[in-house]
């Protein structure tokens, strides 16, 4: 099956600086790679995909590149902001399954 | 267009007990998961169903544990005997039914399980 992995766990960054969270998959079949945000006690929500024919998608600050070679994928948060502050999934999906990275907590400080 | 609903939103049970959760997914989907996540951890893949089906129940527990999507109603997680390592947050999220390539996962609220 398929194995995500997911780094860092945690992260803070000053208020305006960049964040950056990278995932690794291992099935070379994966071909959908969304990216979710779950607020405190919220339900995940999706923040941005990209498909495997395409490497890199950006959405007003928010960016994902994927190196299908290398089979690893990041988000890329710029000018961050307190409320980006949650924690962050990423998942690889073929077909209709979907393997969800172990999360990272974004902390976005003042 | 409603979202995934999940009933209930908290649920207390004692030791030994059964728990219900159920799921109904957005409307014109056909795809429902079910997720388990503990305190500060990740989204745990449980059971992945169709209407009738179950497509991929590895990663539910042999025992306990068992899920149904019938043809009228919502897809119900049972979860038989609790114990206190049941307490989690259970997600149902649904897709639509797609052809090829994959889809958006939207998710519920979650049912929080807290076992005493």
């Known amino acids: 099956g398929e194995n995500v992995e997911q780094h860092p766990s945690t992260l803070s960054v000053q208020e305006g600086d960049s964040a950056v969270i990278k995932c690794t998959y291992s099935?070379?079949?994966?071909?959908?790679f969304p990216w979710y945000k779950q607020e405190l006690g919220k339900r995940p929500q999706l923040i941005i995909d990209?498909?495997?024919?395409?490497g890199e998608k950006k959405d007003q600050r928010i960016a994902v590149t994927l190196n299908k070679t290398a089979k690893h994928f990041s988000l890329h948060i710029t000018e961050t902001q307190p409320e980006d502050s949650a924690v962050y999934f990423c998942?690889?999906?073929?077909?209709?399954?979907?393997?969800f990275g172990t999360g990272t907590s974004l902390t976005v400080i003042p | 267009n409603a979202g995934v609903m999940q009933n209930p939103r908290h649920l207390v049970r004692r030791r030994g007990q059964e728990a219900r959760l159920r799921c109904s997914p957005m409307?014109?989907?056909?795809?429902v998961y079910w997720y388990r996540q503990l305190p500060e951890e990740g989204l745990k893949f449980m059971v992945y169903?169709?209407?009738?089906?179950?497509?991929?129940e590895s990663g539910m527990p042999k025992e306990r544990f068992s899920a149904e999507f019938p043809k009228e109603g919502p897809s119900i997680l049972r979860i038989q005997q609790v114990v206190r390592g049941d307490s989690a947050a259970y997600f149902c999220?649904?897709?639509?039914?797609?052809?090829?390539?994959?889809?958006?996962?939207?998710f519920g609220e979650g049912s929080r399980l807290t076992v005493l």
């Open positions: 990209i498909r495997s024919n395409v």
């Open positions: 999220a649904s897709s639509p039914r797609r052809q090829s390539n994959t889809g958006e996962l939207f």
């Open positions: 998942a690889a999906s073929k077909g209709n399954q979907f393997y």
């Open positions: 099935d070379s079949a994966s071909n959908y």
């Open positions: 409307k014109g989907h056909s795809h």
């Open positions: 169903l169709q209407k009738e089906n179950i497509i991929d």
